[in-house]
């Protein structure tokens, strides 16, 4: 894997809108139609993340998000100091997982152990957050950093302070309804999207905060309108169509219907199309995923894809992502 520190910075980018169009159904727009550049301090007004997910779709401007936090070398996954490295790179979503320790803390944590990603062993479940927090964080090369495991109030405290938006993917040790309490307690409805994985999930995530962005799985229209029968909002929708083999005609369809696309190359290494694009050093399949009219990608190497795309620069340049 290319270390960060050999990536060259990509263009620096802001969350603060003056204004994007929530009218415009196509994956593309003449340059009348683009929304104004945004202003670099993220304390300001900003547009609703609908509003920054509608400009995307009309300008075919493509956000990156970072799963599970992007780690690199000595950046362990979902810690402040790599989202923090990953924002200071150009990156403004993060995928993060949520977990729950026994005593009802919750923190940011992907397996249901500390095993892999820790110096601690023991079940999530089983441990009670005063031990969960003397543990220290292993990076996904087994180099032990001396970073520790933040709450999501400390998560999302940072996200609010940054501008930076947070994926949140709910593990089995919670619920979306203690999750949602926390982004409010936060103030930070307007920092996050809600992850579903199934089409009960989103009906539950609807009911609790219908206000809330969220993924769910939808590849045409009738997935869509099954959505909204659930009580899914259609302006907080983000389409997910998978993690194996991109659906061009889904994403045009689903685009047709006003609600932006999103898809993985995430995965696991080797297989994961991250690799299969890098292999030849070039990675110019993400740029035919932005041609195909895909509003956001998932990825595990954020800064590689954004070497290898123009539609993070429309992101940044009309939509202030």
Known sequence: MVKPVMLKAFTALALVLAGCSSEVDTPAATAETAAPVAT?????????????????????????????GGPYEFFPENAIETLQHGYDSGVRIFEIDIAESQDGVLFLMHDRTLTRTTTMEGAIAETDWADIQTASLVDNWGNETDLT???????????????????????????????????????????????????????EIASIAPELMMTAMAFNSED???????????????????????????????????????????????????????????????????????????????????EAISGDDIASERCGL
Not at 268 to 280: F, K, M, S, T
């Open 224 to 306: 869509i309108d099954a959505l909204l029968a659930l009580g899914v909002q259609e302006p907080q929708l983000i389409a997910w169509t998978g993690t194996r083999d991109p659906d061009f005609e889904a994403w045009q369809a689903v685009l047709s219907e006003g609600v932006e696309t999103a898809f993985g190359t995430l995965g696991r290494p080797g297989e994961r199309l991250d690799d299969v694009y890098l292999a030849d050093g070039d990675g110019s399949e993400f740029q035919t995923l932005v041609n195909e009219g895909l509003t956001m990608i998932a990825t595990d190497v954020p800064l590689e894809v954004a």
């Open 40 to 68: 670099e301090s993220p304390a300001l007004e900003r547009a609703s993340l609908p509003e920054i997910f509608d400009c995307l779709r009309a300008n075919n401007g493509t956000a990156i998000a970072a799963h599970r």
């Open 149 to 203: 495991i933040p709450t999501l109030e400390d998560a999302l405290n940072w996200a609010v302070t940054t501008g930076a938006i947070l994926e949140l993917d709910k593990k089995p040790t919670t619920s979306f309804r203690n999750i949602i309490e926390a982004v409010r307690a936060a103030g930070a409805e307007n920092n996050v999207i809600m992850i579903s994985y199934n089409d009960q999930q989103a009906g």
